[in-house]
Nanobody
Framework: VQLQASGGGLVQAGGSLRLSCAAS????????LGWFRQAPGKEREFVAV????????YYANSVKGRFTISRNSAKNTVYLQLNSLKPEDTAVYYC?????????????????WGQGTQVTVSS
């Protein structure tokens, strides 16, 4: 599967953005889809994941209640709605895909990655 992320940008603290990740191919529904982020000088960190059916979602504690992950199978797209943004949310955001949901916080468990999209939150 090939992934294409978009939707990043510059926003003030408290603002919102919606990231999209479009997947190619006919096997979209075989994959759990996740979002990770990486700030300069820091390791890539888990943000959110959604399972095959969209019935299960998990979030990092730092974004819980502010970010929402969803998927649209008809459009082969996964979304990440970012609300109440903080300067510490500034990072490059990546979407990723894998077959299984176990160990979902481990970025090394995801074999498929899209290119990143920059999110910058000004104070």
């Amino acid at each position: 599967v090939q992934l294409q992320a978009s939707g990043g940008g510059l926003v003030q603290a408290g603002g919102s953005l919606r990231l999209s990740c479009a997947a190619s191919g006919r096997t979209f529904n075989r994959y759990s889809l996740g979002w990770f982020r990486q700030a300069p000088g820091k390791e890539r960190e888990f943000v959110a994941v959604i399972n095959l059916s969209g019935g299960a979602t998990y979030y990092a504690n730092s974004v819980k209640g502010r970010f929402t992950i969803s998927r649209n199978s008809a459009k082969n797209t996964v979304y990440l709605q970012l609300n109440s943004l903080k300067p510490e949310d500034t990072a490059v955001y990546y979407c990723a895909a894998r077959y299984l949901l176990s160990d979902y916080m481990n970025h090394e468990a995801y074999p498929y990655w899209g290119q990143g999209t920059q999110v910058t939150v000004s104070s």
